[in-house]
């Protein structure tokens, strides 16, 4: 029973869950106590990875849960590799920045976080802290020579289930403000993808799956925009 005493102690929800659900939910937490950073997630892709060939244009897409979980992801685009991890927030991103990034010698690096941090997932965060990492994964990149597109924190919507309550749409606006802002001042280049995906403060409910995490049709939405983003950067001096 040490496995409910973990998921109690750790405040996940207990009830309208079965014995399997709570006991991969706790096998996750397990995971994350071992190996905090995820560094194991693409550790062996990475080994298996060649260097980039001169003249190829490597794209390595950085974040959480809404670069891990698009299906679709850029077809016949080799060069762009997804490094997103579902529940990871920017001080896990930070540590895993070397070798999910860096390591891989893109040209260019797109990097989306943050509403996990406000969910709480890596420990209470405030909004300096946040700003401190993303400004500290920028500064590793232009060190390195990569060009840097920083995506806004997509929308959420209490369309299926309440999400605002450990992700206020304010914090979002405020943490979008602030990287469309930083982008400017450090030269890296913003994508807005709220944009194309938000009604007001919410997600468009056709746009989700569950009030987080954009559909196909979302997805096919925020592509062209964070390709566009990357053309921007590649074209900087």
Known sequence: MRWLLLVA????PL???TVAE???ENARYLRLLSDWGQLVKYGSDNAELRAPKEGETRVVFFGDDIFEKWEKFFPGKKDYLNRGITHQATPQMLVRFRQDVIGLQPKVVVILGGANDFAGFAGPATEGTITENFETMVELAKVHGIRVVLVSVTPI???YTILSERRPPGRILGLNGWLKGYAKKSGAVYADVYAVLGQGRNMKKELTVDGLIPNEAGYALMA??????????????
Do not use: T
């Not at 102690?9 to 996940?12: F, I, K, N, Q, V």
């Not at 062209?224 to 001096?237: S, T």
């Open 157 to 159: 919507c209490d369309c």
């Open 224 to 237: 062209p925009v964070i390709e566009k983003a990357i053309a921007e950067a590649l074209g900087k001096p």
């Open 15 to 17: 009830q309208g869950q």
């Open 9 to 12: 102690a750790l405040g996940l």
């Open 22 to 24: 709570l006991e991969a």
